[in-house]
């Protein structure tokens, strides 16, 4: 299997809602070097349960998200963010990518509130990527799929009703998915609240963990939120890239392994 490289940028998408796409305005290219098993190339939603807070892990899921557009008609990522930005996300993958869009797309709640990994500069660096993506012509799109409130008894089965929704509406595109892991789990079924990939069929949606050699993220725990030192779930001397059917966690069809990882600090 080909190796992928760390990547230095990061990359982000756009919305389930229609959007006009650029004839291509923007040089493309992808910095995905992965050999890609025949069970994820040809699934319909592909889940990624991430480590919040680290540059590496957005990063490789933009790349995949630009390779995959250039063979499927549209692609659109799901991310963990709630649906109330979803207009100022639709705006920005439209825009210029200028200083003036980056700071309309920063200025919602989500990305002032509590600095959790999801609001991570990475993240805001991943949507810029979709936005470059679209701006080549590609049919890419983001669907923001939390709640507000983050509700625990139900926001795994809204997260999922969002994301289903979104395929619904767009039955000819490829989904992608970048959630926490503990979302991206299929989990236990007896579980009172199970998480959001137990909500989907087997068949036609595959489960990656993204696993990593030691390093640092911004991440949230009892003593408050900031940059710590992660073990790590990638045994070493493993190859990077996908294993099918090897995951540390329970609840996945496979991993992806990245190398050490690095922290994302807060988009603001």
Not at 63 to 87: D, G, N, T
Not at 129 to 142: M, T, W
Not at 161 to 169: G, I, P, S, T, Y
Not at 243 to 259: H, I, K, T
Request: glycine content about 12%.
């Amino acid at each position: 299997m080909r190796t992928l490289r760390t990547f230095a940028a990061v990359v982000v998408f756009a919305s389930g809602h229609a959007l006009a796409v650029p004839s291509g305005s923007e040089p493309f290219s992808c910095d995905w070097k992965a050999e890609v098993p025949g069970a994820i190339d040809s699934a319909r939603l592909v889940v990624f349960g991430e480590l919040h807070g680290t540059v590496e892990s957005p990063a490789m899921v933009g790349e995949y998200v630009c390779h995959l557009s250039r063979s499927a008609p549209s692609v659109y990522l799901a991310l963990e963010i709630p649906s109330a930005e979803q207009a100022a996300i639709d705006r920005y993958l439209s825009s210029g990518g200028a200083a003036d869009d980056r700071a309309r797309l920063l200025v919602g709640p989500f990305w002032r509130g509590v600095a959790d990994g999801r609001n991570s500069s990475a993240m805001a660096a991943l949507i810029e990527r979709v936005r470059q993506v679209r701006n080549a012509g590609k049919d890419a799109g983001i669907v923001a799929i939390d709640i507000n409130g983050r509700d625990a008894t139900t926001r795994d089965a809204a997260m999922a009703e969002n994301l289903q929704a979104a395929m619904r509406k767009h039955p000819d595109a490829r989904f992608v998915a970048l959630v926490g892991s503990a979302h991206a789990s299929r989990g236990n079924a007896s579980a009172p609240r199970p998480p959001m990939a137990h909500y989907f069929p087997a068949e036609g949606v595959v489960t990656i963990a993204v696993e990593s050699l030691p390093g640092r993220a911004w991440v949230c725990g009892n003593k408050g939120c900031g940059l710590e030192k992660v073990g790590g779930w990638r045994k070493p001397g493993s190859p990077e890239g996908f294993r099918m059917g090897m995951a540390a966690m329970p609840g996945f069809d496979g991993s992806f392994g990245l190398g050490a990882v690095t922290a994302s600090m807060p988009s603001m």
